[in-house]
């Protein structure tokens, strides 16, 4: 059986990877709720699955995101001083939403989550995006914007490419450097996230074996141990193919997932 649950993990993180790249999402969307089926499969305290799950979510998407930026970078997509400008809001944004969901119960952050999957889904869905005209806002306003975007990324557990990506393009910048910049804001969103709900759950005793916090290790490693193969060959992939069919199946995915997680409360 822990076989069959690591290769769950490995599975999955295989898949995030690869959207990764992709589409510019951290793969939280999809981390998040696989890992509260399997969390609850394994007889895991309720009142914390979805609180680990998104903490997991957030410790996984260091690597993954890490490895992704590392293909962006090498087709010189990355636009490193916008990211910068934004990354002292994510850190400080993302340790805040750690902090706000270790004091929600789970059946609150179920319905945070699914309602905010459904939203992405639409907005995916019907191509709800920003339009351009508009340029970069100063260094105090893109700390603002980061910090926006850490706080929802931390409470939900991804990445933050939803959100970044729409930004960057409505600022005037490509697709193809909005979702490589994207990709490079995951780190510092990831990083204090993680770290602020391995920080917040330290003290727990209703947490798991192999748990620091709300972080669980075997996860974590089954998650990474293969998203940080298949994380270059998404990135490969958004530069070479047409994802308009992936995209839609990833419409259908956050839906499952949306309703899923609501009808569990």
Not at 8 to 24: K, M, N, R, V
Not at 61 to 70: A, E, R, W
Request: hydrophobic share 50%; charged share 5%.
């Amino acid at each position: 059986m822990t076989t069959i649950i690591f290769l769950g993990y490995a599975s999955l993180g295989a898949c995030t990877g690869i959207l990764a790249g992709l589409l510019g999402v951290g793969g939280g969307l999809v981390i998040v709720p696989v890992l509260v089926m399997l969390f609850q499969d394994q007889g895991m305290n309720s009142t914390v699955v979805v609180h680990l799950a998104i903490g997991t979510s957030l410790a996984t998407i260091v690597m993954t995101s890490l490895s992704s930026v590392y293909a962006h970078h090498q087709q010189e997509a990355v636009l490193w001083p916008v990211a910068y400008q934004l990354a002292p809001g994510i850190v400080v944004g993302s340790w805040l939403g750690a902090r706000v969901v270790h004091f929600l119960p789970t059946t609150t952050l179920k319905i945070i989550f699914g309602l905010f999957e459904l939203l992405v889904a639409a907005k995916i869905g019907f191509g709800l995006r920003p339009r351009p005209g508009h340029q970069l806002p100063g260094r105090t306003a893109m700390s603002g914007v980061g910090g926006f975007i850490g706080l929802v990324s931390g409470i939900v557990g991804i990445g933050g490419g939803v959100l970044t990506v729409p930004f960057l393009t409505w600022c005037n910048i490509s697709i193809r450097n909005a979702v490589a910049t994207s990709a490079a804001c995951g780190i510092p969103i990831a990083v204090a996230g993680s770290l602020g709900f391995a920080v917040t759950g330290w003290s727990l005793t209703t947490l798991p074996p192999y748990s620091t916090g709300y972080i669980h290790w075997p996860a974590l490693l089954g998650v990474t141990s293969t998203s940080v193969l298949t994380a270059p060959l998404g990135a490969r992939l958004a530069h070479g193919i047409s994802t308009t069919v992936l995209t839609r199946l990833f419409v259908l995915l956050l839906i499952f997932f949306g309703v899923r997680m609501l009808l569990s409360v």
